[in-house]
């Protein structure tokens, strides 16, 4: 049967593929940050490749009734290298001395959480996002934000992902419950049924459906805030800030089925929760530059029917209830303030804290100050980086 041969090419060089793969991340130059990674990555690599074996060893048995249980394992195994290849391998061979910053940030806020205290860092070159699978997460990280301090804690927002799968029956029970909020918001008080009722009964229905994705991103920019304070809120505000009037506006074709809200709105509630805190001063230098730009712009804010006033107070308690069920790690204030960080204690958030200290009070003695830090607490030479 022709099908048998085509199956014993594709599993020879699925075979052939993970043996390369497997010999290119035991070879893989790496920092000692990076190993615990490599250790999973080949576990995985290995598993895959006994796999392509075994699905060799059936296809000599030349049973016929075999051969659909070897071609659903060959289609599962070649879905899975193709991720290794095009994915995973990435954080092993682009390695380099400089990755040290962003695997201890991230090996930092997996220890910090019960959950994830045994998941291995792992990060490779692109705008920052996360793919949040339990057990082997990989984020994503631009790669000049790497060689620096105060972008770090855009990882938090991503780690708010990682908690939402741990967390997801409980968590889309809470956002399920606040869209049928949105929907009671958006109901008409008088019903027509006639096609113009029909098309607005849809456009509720994707605005509802929409509200899925940004309760989750309200959700993760929350856990930042708790996780980082005004850190936190700095690195975020400036990194998603275009000076653009899609910052504040949108048309609704591009809001419908949209995954992130726009982010003024963003800003908005951070800045809220912020109030609530002792951030309170960090919240009110951060919106009065947003205000500021709007101005600058001439631009309205106009979300067409996706958010009114009327919904926050319900969005705010539905991501207080997710914060309590996932229970992120707390800032503390005097970390808040930048004031708990030295060499010795190496308290990440402190850190993170005093770098936008020293970056927003001192902007030109800034980069001379945070090369002597990554040289002494990350061992990294930084002339020239």
């Known amino acids: 049967m022709k ?4 199956l014993r090419r594709k599993n020879q060089d699925l075979e052939q593929d993970l043996e390369h793969i497997v010999s290119l991340a035991e070879r893989a130059q790496i920092v000692s940050e990076l190993e615990p990674y490599r250790i999973a990555f080949l576990t995985w690599a290995n598993q895959m490749l006994r796999q392509a074996r ?3 060893r059936l296809l000599e048995r030349h049973y016929d009734s075999l051969l659909p249980d070897v071609l659903s394992e060959t289609s599962t195994l070649l879905q899975y290298v193709r991720l290794i290849k095009f994915r995973y391998l990435r954080g092993l061979y682009r390695a380099g001395d400089w990755d040290r910053v962003c695997l201890r940030t991230i090996t930092w806020l997996h220890e910090a959480h ?3 205290a045994s998941y291995p860092a792992v990060f490779a070159d692109d705008d920052v996002s996360i793919i949040p699978a339990k057990g082997l997460p990989f984020y994503f990280f631009p790669c000049l934000e790497q060689r620096g301090l105060r972008f770090q804690p855009l990882f938090f927002h991503e780690f708010g992902h990682l908690l939402y799968t741990c967390h997801k029956q409980e968590l889309d029970a809470l956002v399920g419950e606040f869209q049928q909020v949105v929907e009671s918001e958006l109901l008409p008080v008088s019903q027509r049924n006639d096609q113009y009722a029909q098309e607005q009964a849809r456009i509720r229905q994707s605005i509802v459906e929409t509200w899925y994705k940004w309760t989750q991103e309200f959700f993760c920019d929350a856990v930042g805030l708790v996780i980082g304070g005004p850190c936190f809120l700095n690195a975020f505000s400036e990194y998603i800030s275009k000076f653009q009037m899609s ?3 949108r048309q609704p074709s591009d809001l419908h089925g949209s995954t992130h809200p726009i982010s003024r709105l963003r800003i908005e509630l951070l800045t809220d929760r912020a109030e609530a805190n002792p951030l309170h001063q960090h919240g009110h230098s951060v919106l009065d530059q947003w205000s500021e730009t709007a101005a600058l712009l001439d ?3 106009d979300h067409h029917g996706f958010y009114s006033p009327s919904l926050k107070d319900a969005l705010k308690q539905t991501l207080n209830d997710m914060i309590v069920e996932v229970s992120p790690r707390e800032c503390t204030q005097e970390e808040a303030a ?8 190496g308290n990440l958030v402190s850190l993170l804290n005093k770098t936008w200290l020293e970056y927003l009070e001192r902007p030109t ?3 001379s100050w945070e090369q002597s830090v990554l040289q002494q607490t990350y061992g990294l030479e930084t002339s020239g980086a």
């Open 299 to 301: 631009v309205t804010e």
């Open 365 to 367: 003695e800034f980069r």
């Open 247 to 249: 910052d504040y506006y």
């Open 54 to 56: 075994a699905n060799l």
């Open 3 to 6: 099908i048998r041969e085509t």
């Open 114 to 116: 019960p959950e994830t």
């Open 338 to 345: 930048g004031t708990g960080w030295d060499l010795e204690s």
